[in-house]
Structures are given as C-alpha cells and as structure tokens.
C-alpha cells in the first residue's frame, strides 16, 4: 500500500466506533471520493491477510472497520514498521488507551500491540501510574481481566488533554497528540475555533487556541463514548448568563451540524469553562474590578516586596499583569481546570531565585482565598516579576548622571561635553568642572559616574578617564566600565557566600537513599540537631518538596522552608553517591537552605552562587568526587 493507503487505514483504525462518511474520508486525505473508493478496494484486498478484520459498509451512512483488539494491535505495527514508535510516543498512546477504553487494558494487549515484553510493558505501567497521580487518579489491576483508570471524569479529561506532558518535549509531540483524534474532527474543530476568534477574540495566545483544540477533541470523544461529566446544577446557573456561555453555544451548535453529534446541556457549560478560563481581558478594558483579586494582587505584591526588598508598588504595568492572570487562574482552580506550563523547568532554572520567593509568597497570600497554586501557575507568576526587575533596572541605568571634570579650559570641556553627548544618550551631563569644583558639585546633588580627563585620587565614586578629545579607546574603555559597574554587585557576593553559612557537620558525603524526600529529612533533621532551626523546619521543608520539585539544573537542588522556622541561617549540604530523580531531572548535590528573616538580603547572592555552580560541570563533578570535608570547603570557596 502506498502512503494515503496506509494513513486511510490508521483513520478506520481510530474510528471503529463509528460510521465515517467516504467524502469525510475524502476530505481528511485531500483527495477525491473516487480515489478513496479504489483506495478501499486495494484495503479489501489487504485485510484478506488479516481474518479477524473487515470493512463495514453501510449506503447512505458510511464505512467502518470491524477490528478484533488482536488484529488492530497487529495492524497497527504494519503500519508503523517503517518509522517504530519511541518511548515517548508509545507511553502517550497507551496512556490515551487507559483513559478512553471502555473495559479493561492487559498486559498482554499492550505486548503484542507494540511488540514488546510485559516487562517492558509493566515499567511503562508503573511511570503510566505515578503521572496519572497528579490527577487524582489510580491506575488499578485487576486479576486477570486488565488494567483499568479510576477517578472523576473531570481529571479523566484533563490528563487526556495533557498527554504531550509525558514526553520530553511538548512540541515534538503535538502531531502525535493529535494523531490521536480524528483527522476530519481535528480540521473541523482547527476551522470553527478559527471561526470564533474571528467573531468574539476569544483567545489571547496560540498556546490558548491549542489548548482549547485539545479539550474540545477529548469533549468531542468522550460525549459518543458516553461518558458524561457531571456537574452541580449550581454550577451551570453560575454560567448561563456569561457572554462565553453564547460564545460557546454558538460554537457547539455548529460543532453539533457538521459531526452529527448532540452535546447535553452539561458540555455547554464544561466547554463555557474552558472559555472563562482561557478568555484573558486586559485590567484596563474591563467595566468593573474583582475587588477580591486586586486584594490578591496587593497582597502578593506587598509579600515579594517583603522577601526580595524591591519596591513594586509604582510598577503599574505589573499589577495588570497579574490581575490579569491571576483572574484566569482563580477561574481554573475553581472549575478544577489544570494547565502545563511547557516553560516550567526552564523558568526554574534560569530565575531559581525569584521562583523560590514567588513560591514562599503564594503559600502565604493563597489559603486565605482557599486557593493552592500549582508551581506550573506559580512559573507565569514569575516571569511578571521578573520582567518588573529588569523594567525597574532598566529605569535606574536608563539615564546616568554624570559629572564631567576637566582643566583645560572652557572650550575643550565643551567639546568634551558634546562628543559624549551624542555617543550615549544615557547620559544626564550635570556640569563640567575643574578638580577643585568637585565636592561643591557632590554635595548638591548625587552623581552615578564621572569622566574626567585626569586620574582623580581618594573618590568613591566610578570613575573613568578618558582623553579630551574622546578617542576610539577612549569609547571602548568607557563601554566596558559602563558594563562592568551595572553588573549586579552581587557576583562579588557570591563568592564565599555559600561557605560561610555552611559548616562542618552539615555536610553529607556519599548519600545513598532511595527518594529525595528522605534525603531532604535527613538535612533538615541535622539542622534541627544543630540547634538552628525549630523542630518543625523538617516537616515544613518536606510539605514545600512536595508541592515543588527544587532542582535548579546542572545535578543541584536548593530544598528550604519558610524563614520563620530558622533560628540561624545555615546550609547544609548532601553529595549523593549515585543520581537521584528529583522532579523532572537527576541530582547530585543537595545545598537544604535554611535563612532567616534578617539575612533575607543574603538569600538572592546565596542561590545566585549555587546558580553558577550549577552552570559549572567540572565543580559538580568535583563535589561528587571529594573524598573528605577539606576538599568539599576549597570547592565551595571556588
């Protein structure tokens, strides 16, 4: 068969519960009716080697395939043994079987669907299971019948439309998410949600549009399975009068002509959902204010001001951002919606930092609200931040002011004046003085840099010198110290600080335990034994470990727990003798922080340190290769 042939085949294949129509079949191919008609007489053909397969005509209605689960696991690998399917792709699919099977899945089955052993089997089974857990539901077996997923339909969905989560990358495996469906439902849904943006503006990302894909395709699925959700009929009087409840009948009433197939009343309203919390409306267009989220926002505000000792409250820009999302979020934890945020490990990696501080003001401002915030929300939370950081750092280096001396008359200042002028617009050139002007000048207002055309002696402030006539060094002189003296200060603090707070006793050489909970107790418990933190420090560092995985990557984890539980602050540190899993990644090297309130100005220099350190592959495999105390402590001060 040639390759429409074969994509013809896996299209019955995936609808065998179902009549598909030869123009419908037509249409998905991009081909013409005739062409699939001779198509289907070479698949006749073709399944004579295959006895427990038959095609299903029905005039009028359409075609389908009668498949023995045997025959569609051996049809299957036909059609595949030009391009085998990966891990990756075989756990999505066999994940998506558990999840919409009607009756029990064996081992068996599975085997012989992807020609594999049980053995292999049942290690895709058990990481199937811990996956599933993050939805609230169990994986069970039952004695010779199979495998079979328990827990509410609402999750159910909501792991179907997370499936690509359990590859490494998202984006290489939207295709095969999709692959899932069929393709003429896929088309159908792609067009009349293009259609709605068009009318309404409903989504504000792409990543909002796919999203939305996906849930109407597991709707879609489950409504001719027959699986239902239920809802509270509270639930559905919340919704009626929203302007996304027309939005959404409009869309399904279309939806309802072109597949043949009826939505209860139930779907309205699900799907009403997914749009209240897809639909992201910017602060400043809406009529009126949720008093209960701008409480939120300050309060949120006020918690980061306190752990990062940055000053927010005029970053107006910051405030609609998270107003903004953090209506989305509230509408998704309370219809039980869950996101993937596909940036996650890299956010935690790249701002280990501010994710820390953000996570640590979430668990403070979010119960109050009855909200727990998964860390996937909490990573879009940080990235407002983080661009607030850079705005206001942006602000204080945008324009400088500088103090020009020089004694070589009027003239030549002037010039000396003009020429930086028009190099660097950053600069606010406050006065051109000689030597002897200097402190006159200093004492009426502050000054960030002077240029002067001699070495100055005894001042604290930068300063640069540079030729009168300002000559190509000069420039490049002068570009390389503006650099240098907008780094953050806190590269000098970053050296030693992580061996200053880290003391001998603390530090675990070749840890071999079999979770990374167990390794987090144990650090914790030293610091309790130490005296230098309060007998619920442990308890308080495991409950965070839990919510949120804290590698950082590069093999290091930073566990901690809120600084109200520290008496002083201490490190201590755990090399792993053999890499543990520790969220998404492996790790090394264990640093459990434990600071107080009065070194909060201590912590950014301090996770900044270990930051770097992750970024070094030889220091960690120098960590994990130390024999004694000694060496661990001439790393550390590296």
Avoid at 518 to 541: D, I, M, W
Wanted: net charge negative; with cysteine.
């Amino acid at each position: 068969m040639n390759d429409r042939q074969k994509e013809l085949v896996r299209i019955l294949i995936l609808n065998t519960n179902e009549f598909t129509h030869v123009h419908d079949l037509a249409d998905s191919l991009r081909c013409s009716e005739k062409t699939v008609r001779n198509d289907l007489k070479v698949i006749e053909e073709f399944l004579k080697e295959y006895p427990a397969a038959a095609l299903n005509r029905k005039p009028g209605v359409g075609i389908r395939l009668l498949v023995e689960p045997e025959e569609k696991s051996r049809l299957f690998d036909r059609l595949s043994q030009t391009e085998p399917k990966s891990q990756e792709d075989r756990l999505i699919e066999i994940t998506y079987q558990l999840l919409v099977s009607q009756k029990p899945v064996t081992l068996g089955d599975l085997s012989r669907q992807y020609f594999t052993n049980k053995s292999t089997v049942k290690g895709d089974l058990n990481e199937v299971a811990r996956w599933l857990e993050r939805f609230d539901l169990e994986l069970v077996s039952r004695q010779r019948l199979g495998h079979v997923v328990k827990g509410e339909e609402l999750q159910k969905r909501n792991a179907l439309a997370r499936l690509p989560e359990l590859a490494s990358s998202h984006s290489s495996t939207s295709k095969e998410m999709l692959s899932l469906f069929s393709s003429y439902e896929v088309k159908v849904v792609r067009k009349l949600l293009r259609d709605m943006q068009h009318h309404f503006s409903v989504f504000s990302t792409a990543g909002d549009y796919e999203s939305m894909l996906i849930h109407t395709l597991v709707m879609i699925k489950r409504t001719t399975q027959r699986s239902p959700i239920t809802l509270d009929e509270s639930e559905g009087n919340s919704v009626f009068h929203t302007e996304e409840y027309g939005m959404a009948d409009w869309f399904l009433k279309r939806l309802e002509r072109v597949l043949r197939v009826v939505f209860p009343e139930e779907e309205r309203i699900y799907f009403t959902r997914h749009l209240i919390s897809s639909k992201r409306t910017p602060r400043s267009s809406k009529k009126a204010s949720n008093r209960l989220i701008e409480d939120m926002v300050d309060r949120l505000i006020s918690r980061m001001e306190n752990f990062t000792m940055i000053d927010f409250s005029d970053d107006q820009t910051l405030k609609d951002g998270l107003y903004t999302h953090l209506e989305s979020t509230i509408h998704r934890l309370h219809y039980g919606f869950t996101i993937h945020n596909p940036m996650l490990e890299e956010i935690k990696k790249m701002y280990p930092y501010m994710f820390r501080m953000v996570v640590l003001a979430l668990e403070e401002v979010a119960p109050p609200y009855k909200l727990i915030i998964p860390e996937d929300e909490a990573a879009y939370i940080v990235l407002h931040f983080q661009a607030s950081v850079e705005r206001l750092q942006k602000q204080r280096n945008k324009v400088k002011k500088v103090l020009i001396v020089c004694d070589l008359g009027v003239g030549m200042s002037h010039l000396l004046q003009a020429k930086l002028e028009q190099t660097y617009k950053g600069f606010d050139i406050i006065d051109c003085v000689g030597m002897w002007e200097i402190e006159a000048v200093l004492a009426k207002q502050p000054i960030d840099l002077i240029i002067s055309t001699k070495s100055l002696q005894h001042q604290t402030l930068p300063v640069i010198v540079v030729s009168p006539l300002l000559e190509g060094e000069d420039k490049q002189r002068l570009d390389q110290f503006l650099k240098s003296i907008v780094q953050d200060s806190s590269s000098e603090q970053d050296s030693g600080a992580i061996d200053r707070f880290v003391e001998d006793e603390l530090i675990y050489l070749g840890v071999h335990l079999e979770h990374r909970f167990k390794v987090v107790e144990l650090l914790a418990n030293g610091l309790v034994k130490k005296g230098s933190v309060t007998q619920s420090f442990p308890h308080s560092a495991l409950l965070r470990e839990r919510s949120s995985a804290t590698s950082i990557g590069g093999g290091i984890a930073i566990p901690h727990a809120h600084p109200e539980e520290v008496l002083h602050s201490t490190v201590a540190v755990a090399v792993l003798q053999e890499p543990l899993e520790w969220g998404h990644e492996y790790v090394s090297v264990v640093f459990l922080l434990a600071m107080t309130k009065q070194d909060r100005s201590l912590i950014k220099p301090l996770i900044q340190g270990i930051a770097n350190m992750s970024e070094d592959p030889d220091l960690i495999q120098n960590l994990k290769e130390a024999q004694d105390l000694s060496s661990i402590r001439q790393i550390l001060r590296q």
